[in-house]
C-alpha cells in the first residue's frame, strides 16, 4: 500500500480490560456490572461470560510480544475499575495498580506509548448498586479513581482517555438492555448521559490535577454517522453525538435536545456549575468509527414521545432503514467515505482539537487452518481490505486539513464481544479459546509490514 501518513503518526491497537483479562476474582479485583450482566442468564447470545476472556491478566507478556512483533507506536488498553477501586471505603487496591504499572513499563521499555482508557464499562457492582450513572456521586468516585491511576502513573502515561464511548454506557445500557445493567429505560438514559459527561469532566481535572498540563487528555465517543432525510440526522445528531460533545467542548448542551425531549425528560438533574465542570479543555478527541445508518423520518406525530427502551430517546418518530451491503460479520454496513465525512465534519464543526481514531476494525468469520507443516493460518483478506480502505479514507481527510493524528485497530487479539461473547471475532491475531493459543491472522502480517514500511 502507498498510503503515506505524516512520519510523527501514531499507529496502535486497542483492547479493553473486561474483554481480554479474565481474573476476575484475582488480587482483589471486586465484581463489576458487567460481572453480573454476563452472569444473568439471557443476557448475553451464548451465556458468554469475561471470567476468562483472553487471559491476559496472566498472558499479557504474550500480548506485549505480539504489539512488538507487530511493530505499532502506541497500544491503548483500558485500566479496569474493578482492580482499583475495590472497595467503596475509597481504599486503592496497590495489587491492581502494581498490575498496570507493570504493564505500562514494559510497554515503554519496548518503546510503545501506554495510550490508556480509564473507563471502558467495567463500573464496580457496589456503585452499581447504588444506582450507577443515574447517581451522580458515581462520576465523583470515577474522578477519586482517575486521580489514584495518575498518581502512580502519570509521569508515564502518554494518553489519557477519560470515557470509553459513553453513548454506549447511557443509551445502550440504560435506555436499552444490549449492554449492562440493561435496564430499559429509555429517556431514563439521560442522567446517565449527563452524569457520564459530568465525569469526563471530573476525571479531566483529577488527572490534570496529578499530573499537570503535561497530561495529554481525552475521551473516546463513538459518534453516529446517519445518511437520510435531514431532519431525521439532525435529530440523531443531537441525541447522539451533540449530547457528549456540545457540553465536553463547548460548555452546554443545544436547546434542541431540550426541545425535542419535551414531555420525556425534564433535564432536572443538570446542577448550577456543573457544565462548567464538564467543560475542560481537551488535547484530542477520540473517535470510534465502523459504520454508518441510513435512517428516515415516519408519518408518525413527533410528539408525544415515546417512553419505551430506545437507544434513542426523542427519535421514536424516526425509522432505521436497512443499510447498503456489504456488511461485516456483525451485520454493520463497510462505508469507508463515512469515516471521511465523519472526519471532516467534526473537524468543521470543533476545529479547535486533535482527532484520533481510537477503534476501527471489522468482526469476520475467521476460519483456522492448519498447513501441511503443521503451522496455523488465519486468511482474513476482508479484514485486509477493511482496513486498507479505512486508511485511505482517513488519509484523504488528513490531506483536507484534519488534524487526525493517529490510528488504533480494533483489536490486538479476538476476544469478549460484550453482548455477542466469543461469536464475534475482531481480532488481528486469532484466539483459540480452547488452549488459549494466540494466532497472528493474515491480517496481523500486512499491519506488520505497512508498519515496517514506514519506518524503512
Ligand atoms: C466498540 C467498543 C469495543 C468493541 C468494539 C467492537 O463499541 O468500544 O469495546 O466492542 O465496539
Not at 498496570?100 to 448498586?129: C, F, N, R, S
Not at 479513581?145 to 502512580?152: E, L, S, T
Not at 437507544?311 to 454493520?332: F, I, N, R
Amino acid at each position: 500500500m502507498t498510503l503515506t501518513f505524516p512520519q510523527d503518526f501514531t499507529f496502535g491497537t486497542a483492547t479493553a480490560a473486561y474483554q481480554i483479562e479474565g481474573a476476575v476474582t484475582e488480587d482483589g479485583r471486586c465484581p463489576s456490572i458487567w460481572d453480573t450482566f454476563s452472569h444473568t442468564p439471557g443476557a448475553t447470545i451464548a451465556g458468554d461470560t469475561g471470567d476468562v476472556a483472553t487471559d491476559s491478566y496472566h498472558r499479557w507478556r504474550e500480548d506485549l510480544a505480539l504489539l512488538k512483533d507487530l511493530g505499532v507506536d502506541a497500544y491503548r488498553f483500558s485500566i479496569a475499575v474493578p482492580r482499583i477501586i475495590s472497595t467503596p471505603d475509597g481504599v486503592p487496591n496497590e495489587k491492581g495498580l502494581d498490575f498496570y504499572e507493570g504493564v505500562v513499563d514494559a510497554l515503554l521499555e519496548a518503546g510503545i506509548k501506554p495510550v490508556v482508557t480509564l473507563y471502558h464499562w467495567d463500573l464496580p457492582q457496589y456503585l452499581g448498586d447504588e444506582g450507577g450513572w443515574l447517581n451522580r456521586r458515581t462520576a465523583y468516585a470515577l474522578a477519586d479513581y482517575a486521580g489514584i491511576v495518575a498518581k502512580r502513573l502519570g509521569d508515564r502515561v502518554d494518553t489519557w482517555t477519560t470515557l470509553n464511548e459513553p453513548w454506549c454506557s447511557s443509551y445502550l445500557s440504560y435506555g436499552a438492555k444490549e449492554h449492562a445493567p440493561g435496564l430499559g429505560l429509555g429517556p431514563g438514559a439521560f442522567p446517565a448521559v449527563h452524569h457520564l459527561n459530568l465525569a469526563h469532566g471530573l476525571m479531566t481535572q483529577a488527572v490534570r490535577a496529578e499530573v499537570g498540563d503535561k497530561a495529554k487528555c481525552s475521551v473516546t465517543l463513538n459518534l453516529q454517522f446517519n445518511r437520510g432525510d435531514a431532519d431525521a440526522c439532525h435529530r440523531l445528531d443531537l441525541i447522539s453525538n451533540r449530547a457528549f460533545l456540545d457540553p465536553m467542548l463547548r460548555g452546554r448542551y443545544p436547546d434542541e435536545l431540550f426541545s425535542i425531549t419535551k414531555g420525556i425528560c425534564d433535564w432536572d438533574f443538570i446542577q448550577s456549575g456543573d457544565l462548567e465542570l464538564i467543560h475542560q479543555p481537551i488535547d484530542v478527541l477520540g473517535i470510534n468509527y465502523y459504520s454508518t445508518n441510513r435512517v428516515a423520518m415516519s408519518d408518525r406525530p413527533q410528539f408525544p414521545q415515546s417512553t419505551e427502551a430506545s437507544t434513542a430517546p426523542g427519535a421514536s418518530d424516526v425509522d432505521w432503514l436497512s443499510t447498503e451491503g456489504p456488511h461485516t460479520d456483525m451485520g454493520w454496513n463497510i462505508d469507508p467515505d463515512g469515516l471521511h465525512d465523519l472526519l471532516v465534519r467534526v473537524h468543521d464543526n470543533y476545529p479547535e482539537v486533535d482527532l484520533v481514531v481510537t477503534e476501527n476494525g471489522m468482526a469476520c468469520k475467521d476460519q483456522l487452518t492448519v498447513n501441511e507443516d503443521g503451522t496455523k493460518s488465519v486468511h482474513d483478506p476482508d479484514r485486509i481490505d477493511y482496513l486498507k480502505r479505512h486508511f485511505a479514507a482517513a488519509k484523504r481527510a488528513i490531506d483536507e486539513g484534519v488534524p487526525l493524528t493517529g490510528y488504533f485497530v480494533w483489536s490486538l487479539l479476538d476476544n469478549f464481544e460484550w453482548y455477542f461473547g466469543y461469536a464475534k471475532r475482531f481480532g488481528i491475531t486469532y484466539v483459540d479459546y480452547a488452549t488459549q493459543e494466540r494466532i497472528p491472522k493474515d491480517s496481523f502480517m500486512w499491519y506488520r509490514d505497512f508498519l515496517a514500511s514506514r519506518k524503512g
